[in-house]
């Protein structure tokens, strides 16, 4: 790894370090933390439920606006993954703009991956990102008291962005010089873990699908399909039988997928947020459904069956 931090790598540290600081602290000395960061930290079901701090609501929003991620990133993955094809099949070169944008963000000399594994990757990542715009918009139950503050809007907004600067920024054309002749169109690694990878990735982009829709069911009419209810019920089925978090699980595993494609240190950098971030929410939401409901069941853990 060289020994430079761009901008990506340094938000993404700081990211990782301060979700993963903050919630083990809360979870673990919650009554010795201030109001103030508990109310930013916590949201949804497990937010602060405290009357201090109150102040903070001027810059809290309707988690319904979560559905905003996806929107902004199905959009922009899907042009960018049009580009990259457009790149490397009809001969087009990078514009400056876009060379030089990457260029700043990254700091990159030389591309990091291959053609096919940043192509897959995006894909991948595209596919994603297209689900969860879905889900939001059709799928998923906001509850409209549902609350997060402007800083998660914020870093979900950054997040995927970075995550398909990271893909672009690093493959052959998009960094370094745009010498055709030197392409590395694919390599033994990817050659290797292309197929795998993305049958894993698949197989868990289904089973977060599913998981997410038993969720929305547990608000609407089994006949219907109607909403017909805001509360928060115990989930059953398929992963829940083994963890709180299945979805959080698998978002673990879809970033694990795309860092084996995209082994870079900002990648490495962006996963390591993610990997934080989502244990530490699945730790807080295992701990909320034990409080919350007297007959949860006992063998489920927060995210890693028989682990964590």
Known sequence: MDDYINIIDFIFLNLAFAVTFTGVIINNFEKYVPAFIIKGYRY??????????????VIEIPKAYYRHFYLFSTIFSATMLSYMFVVYFFGVTVSFPVHFVLRLLLQENEPSVSVTAALIALSLLTVQCIRRLYET?????????????????????????????????????????????SIKWNDLRTTILAVPCTIIFLITWYEQFRTNIIFANLRKDKKSGEVVTEEHKIPHGRMFEYVSSPHRMCEIILYTILLMLVPTKTFFCIYLWVLGNQIQTAIQAHEWYKK?????????????????
């Open 44 to 57: 949804g079901s497990f937010a602060y439920q405290g009357s201090d701090a109150n102040y903070l609501q």
């Open 292 to 308: 919350s409901f007297e007959k949860y069941p006992t063998n489920r853990y927060a995210v890693f069956p028989r682990v964590l």
């Open 137 to 181: 918009y059709y799928l998923q139950v906001f509850a409209k008291s549902s609350k997060m503050n402007l800083s998660h809007y914020l870093a979900g907004i950054i997040h995927y962005f970075a995550c398909i600067i990271a893909v672009v920024g690093q493959a052959p054309l998009f960094c370094g010089q745009q010498n055709r002749d």
